[in-house]
């Protein structure tokens, strides 16, 4: 069995992610996906310097991220332009990590952590979808605390997603993390046994 784990930027996923890895699932992190493919010698890196200019690289070949998502975040045509490069290497990584697990580990769950699940159109790659939900107004203050930025930077930064209250409502597995860390294993531990995972 697969699920298509997302949520919003601060709500807690890799959290979630660690507790279902710690029960035995196998994690396909989407993030680490889209790091690999932006390094040096990689084509999607060659895209990026190409069609934003080298000021997002950084002296010795690296991308410059701070730079580029001061670019991106600015104007959503510009996002959209890195996704045209980025999107495409990053699916066809996830696609055959998935396919891998499917036939060498096929009593695993594996879990693919997805940033942007919905924004990506990514629903029809999974069996279920689990989403990570805290309150917008918490979001905020996560984002702004964890990444050191202005309120209005946060703002940002969320708006450039699927507001949360949507994904929440397309969530076939909703895991509430607003509230204590026990309170949140919890909800993890009845998903587990609901699906005879153990």
Partial sequence: ???GLTGGIATGKSTIAKL???RGSILIDLDKVAREVVEPGQPSLAAIAGRFGPQVLNEDGTLD???LGSIIFADPAERKALESITHPAIRAVMKERMAYH???TPDKLVVVDVPLLYESGLESYFEQIMVVYVPRGAQLERLASRDKLTYEE???RLDAQMDIEDKK???DILIDNSGTPERT???IERFW???GLG
Wanted: charged fraction near 55%; aromatic fraction near 0%; avoid cysteine.
């Fill in 1 to 3: 069995m697969n699920i």
């Fill in 20 to 22: 279902l890895e710690q």
């Fill in 65 to 67: 991220r701070k730079r």
């Fill in 102 to 104: 499917e036939s060498h």
């Fill in 154 to 156: 946060a703002r940002k």
């Fill in 169 to 171: 409502l397309r969530a």
């Fill in 185 to 187: 294993e919890e909800q």
């Fill in 193 to 195: 046994r609901e699906k």
